[in-house]
């Protein structure tokens, strides 16, 4: 039978992460017990929302996260290996195979910023990835980034370079901060560096 | 069974006795509805699987007794059914183990639980392909299990572009991965 009034995907993976308000729930509750086409979208929503889990704990991402992220990735056992170069700064780093995760913390004068981009640099400081308006918390002094472990787990001893950047009232591009990490390959591999993005 | 009954049609044949069809027929029906519900509030499959026996025995108990004054109403019913022995579960683990060893054994056997299986390596590319917000905002939510107003103060947006950025972020995946919105 055809659903003539479908609750929508995004409302239920709402309601899978009790956001809904008590009313607009219990009305989804009840139209699931009625409705089997609903509840095999939920079940498609609940597949996606364990597959991003099981993704995000592969430490595979490149994004910027939150410290109670990183808190939870801990108190899961999960390694978390973690540079904090200061603006300006280098830090000499490294993975191994017993690393879960990868993080950088950018530290930086945030203040008034509105958008944040994440520039991901060679050696000469030439841009080979950009990740636009990344999110940063009102009052943040830094930017927790996790790069790919596996793509770190890859690369060959190099150079990297991180920029943020932000841009003024004209559309100008402002620098904030400059991080080299040069990395010293401790894993067997090819020596060939694997493409930023 | 032939011809689908209707949950009201149902109601009566089960009250009426002798309607083992019908008392199947309810199972099926209704066991993978209880066990979403379930899963949804007690967050383990297994627990969620005991619940739709249980709800299932009360509500067949119910049934048979001829206690569902309104027979039309039986998705209100066993949904009300799944809230009280959720309750219930909460306050007392040792009701559950007394009702499967009355009735454990009256029941079909359990329908094998199983979600839609997703590509991983695709998702994977899906999820790296939302814009950054998008992704922060989905993975905090479904790794981490934050509220909208926890992910906006991580996030510096407000409550409300959180829902509107996941809701976004939700549709964009399920298109990725080739599913209808």
């Not at chain 2, 922060?136 to 509107?164: C, H, I």
Request: charged fraction near 25%; aromatic fraction near 4%.
């Amino acid at each position: 039978m055809s659903c003539e009034n479908p609750i929508d995907a995004a409302v239920l993976a709402d309601y899978w992460l009790t956001a809904l308000a008590g009313s607009e729930e219990e009305a989804v509750e009840l139209h699931l017990f009625d409705c089997d086409q609903c509840g095999a979208r939920l079940r498609e929503v609940i597949a996606l929302a364990e597959g991003v889990r099981k993704i995000a704990r592969e430490g595979s991402l490149r994004m910027v996260v939150s410290d109670s992220f990183l808190k939870r990735l801990a108190e899961e056992g999960l390694r978390i290996r973690e540079y904090a170069p200061p603006a300006g700064g280098g830090v000499q780093c490294t993975v191994t195979a017993e690393d879960d995760f990868l993080i950088a913390r950018l530290a930086a004068n945030l203040t008034g910023a509105k958008r944040v981009d994440l520039c991901l640099c060679d050696e000469r400081g030439v841009e080979q990835g950009r990740m636009p308006d990344i999110p940063v918390p009102s009052g943040a002094s830094n930017v927790v980034y996790q790069e790919s472990i596996s793509w770190a787990k890859a690369m060959p001893t190099s150079k990297m370079i991180v920029r943020l950047v932000t841009f003024d009232e004209a559309g100008s591009e402002r620098l904030l901060g400059e991080y080299t990490f040069n990395h010293t390959r401790s894993m067997p591999g090819p020596g060939t560096l694997p493409p930023v993005i | 069974m032939d011809i689908e009954l209707n949950d009201a049609e149902l109601v009566l044949q089960i009250g009426s006795g002798n309607a083992r069809d019908a008392e199947a027929e309810l199972f099926r029906r209704m066991a993978p509805r209880v066990r979403l519900y379930g899963l949804r509030h007690l967050r383990d499959e297994q627990a969620a699987q005991d619940l739709a026996q249980q709800v299932l025995i009360t509500t067949l108990e119910a049934l048979r007794a001829g206690r569902l004054r309104e027979p039309g109403k039986l998705a209100s019913f066993v949904l009300g059914t799944c809230r009280m022995t959720v309750l219930d579960l909460r306050r007392n683990a040792q009701r559950k183990e007394r009702l499967l060893e009355q009735f454990g054994a009256d029941l079909p056997a359990p329908v094998q639980w199983s979600l839609p299986h997703l590509d991983h390596e695709q998702l994977t590319r899906c999820v790296q392909s939302l814009k950054e917000r998008e992704r922060s905002v989905v993975v905090m939510s479904f790794y981490d299990e934050q509220t909208s107003a926890d992910v906006a103060r991580l996030l510096g947006v407000s409550d409300a572009n959180v829902r509107v950025i996941r809701h976004r972020a939700i549709h964009q995946l399920r298109e990725c991965m080739g599913v209808a919105a």
